[in-house]
């Protein structure tokens, strides 16, 4: 079963609009972490901002943020004045912990295209 | 900051050949993931090392295998190769070093392409 759930398969937002990327997730572990990367059609993958399922505070980074509601499985990450350079593709993944190892499981991912 | 380095960049082998791709996670990281990332697909889990041991498998094809080297970098060999396994393959490491254990932080992965 897909343990993360990106339901918007592409988004659309104005150059200095915000726009929220949606991302639920499915896990009976009470220690886990919530991740989104960014990847650009160049295809490297890069880390954005963490969540721990025991951070008080909703994480922030720059014009990132998360949006974390630990009831309703959810972890939507925010981007706040959108650039023509965020257009790319945006994943959502979880990390659970496990005895050994912490592999991320990933959402089929959300397509952004920032206009001007 | 140094980052995760994987080489080659691009590989191109044909069908029934092998290849082997490299990385070498950020200074005083201590595990390394494995990923396969099919065209238009979400990335995989592969396989994993903390301490040049290995800590967890995934989807990893028994054609496959890795290994991480007394100095930390790793390798995965693939055998046989077919179509299938044409994939971005991304390394990534993690580690107390420079912040939180659990952040991953990819390298800039190698394109495989079958033929």
């Known amino acids: 079963a897909q343990k993360i759930t990106q339901t918007q398969p592409g988004m659309f937002v104005q150059e200095k609009e915000a726009v929220t990327l949606d991302c639920t997730y499915d896990t009976s572990d009470p220690s886990y972490g919530l991740f989104w990367y960014k990847q650009p059609s160049s295809g490297e993958m890069i880390f954005l901002i963490y969540q721990g399922s025991y951070d008080q505070q909703n994480a922030t980074e720059g014009r990132y943020s998360l949006n974390f509601q630990k009831a309703r499985k959810s972890a939507n990450l925010v981007i706040s004045a959108s650039q023509l350079g965020d257009s790319a593709m945006y994943f959502c993944?979880?990390?659970?912990?496990?005895?050994?190892?912490?592999?991320?499981?990933f959402g089929k991912g959300t397509s952004l295209l920032v206009t001007p | 900051a140094a980052g995760v380095i994987q080489s080659p960049r691009h590989l191109i082998k044909e069908k029934r050949e092998t290849a082997t791709l490299k990385c070498y996670p950020i200074p005083r990281h201590d595990t390394v993931y494995w990923y396969q990332q099919g065209p238009g697909q979400d990335p995989q889990f592969l396989i994993s090392f903390y301490e040049k041991m290995q800590s967890d498998k995934g989807s990893i094809p028994d054609r496959f295998s890795a290994q991480q080297f007394s100095d930390y970098h790793s390798e995965l060999n693939m055998s046989s190769l077919e179509l299938g396994d044409s994939a971005l393959y991304f390394c990534?490491?993690?580690?107390?070093?420079?912040?939180?254990?659990?952040?991953?932080?990819f390298g800039p992965g190698t394109r495989l392409t079958v033929t």
């Open positions: 993944a979880m990390r659970e912990s496990r005895n050994s190892g912490y592999a991320l499981n």
């Open positions: 990534a490491s993690s580690g107390l070093a420079g912040g939180s254990s659990y952040e991953q932080y």
